[in-house]
């Protein structure tokens, strides 16, 4: 399901309040590539549903007591992403939240079984040129740092998609207002959810609709 053939339903009772109780205490992961506006749609997004958002790289940088750049060079990124996994772990254990994911959270089977039990997974989809555009306002992208970052997301993306498209559900992020993207996140939340077209199969791993 995508935001491209679907808009907001506005039908009805509040789909937020629909949605909050259809999610039933899961919660609500958005999943893609760095710069895709995972924890600025994530806030907004929080905020219309009335739930707790976080955004699991600052939690990992809290839990480590550095920054990811340092934890990337101190530690390599098989250490970071040890952490990761736990991180979101016990923050999907925590309850109902809007959680922002890093971009290569769902590299790890573990994370995504974890997601698919315990959360509603939306990508947020995003061409490389606009990733490009917003990635290069920061300096803080260890991935990053190869002297070709055009390639380097390139690569990341074609590595990566094949795994994010089984998220639940695809919104498209692009150069648009945020309150458009958020409104299309809660279309399709409640066309999904409300309409029993988005599952969440433990035994399928992260996984969408068919």
């Known amino acids: 399901m995508t935001s491209e053939t679907v808009l ?11 949605i909050v109780a259809a999610l039933a205490g899961r919660s609500l992961a958005l999943v893609g590539m760095m710069g895709a506006g995972k924890s ?12 707790r958002f976080v955004d699991a790289d ?28 736990r ?7 925590g309850g109902p939240i809007v ?9 790890r089977e573990e994370t995504r079984a974890r997601l ?10 995003a061409d490389a040129e606009v990733i490009l555009r917003r990635v290069r306002r ?13 390639a380097t997301i390139e690569r990341l993306i074609a590595e990566r998609e094949p795994i994010y498209q089984l998220a639940n559900i695809t919104v498209v992020s692009r150069d648009a207002p945020y309150e458009r993207i958020v409104d ?27």
Request: hydrophobic share 40%.
């Open 40 to 51: 600025t749609i994530g806030r907004r997004l929080a905020a219309r549903l009335g739930m």
């Open 138 to 150: 920061r300096a803080d992208r260890p991935l990053l740092q190869t002297g070709d970052a055009a």
């Open 99 to 107: 959680l922002a994911t890093g971009g290569g959270a769902v590299l």
């Open 184 to 210: 299309e996140c809660i279309g399709l939340l409640h066309l999904g959810l409300c309409r029993g077209e988005v599952t969440a199969k433990p035994d399928e791993g992260f996984n969408t609709t068919q």
């Open 58 to 85: 600052a939690e990992i940088e809290l839990a480590a007591g550095m920054s990811i750049p340092e934890i990337f060079e101190t530690h390599g990124e098989p250490h970071f992403r040890d952490g990761e996994a």
């Open 116 to 125: 698919c039990e315990r959360a509603v997974s939306i990508w947020l989809k």
């Open 87 to 93: 991180v979101i772990a016990r923050l999907l254990n």
């Open 8 to 18: 907001p339903a506005n039908v009805g009772a509040s789909p937020e309040t629909a």
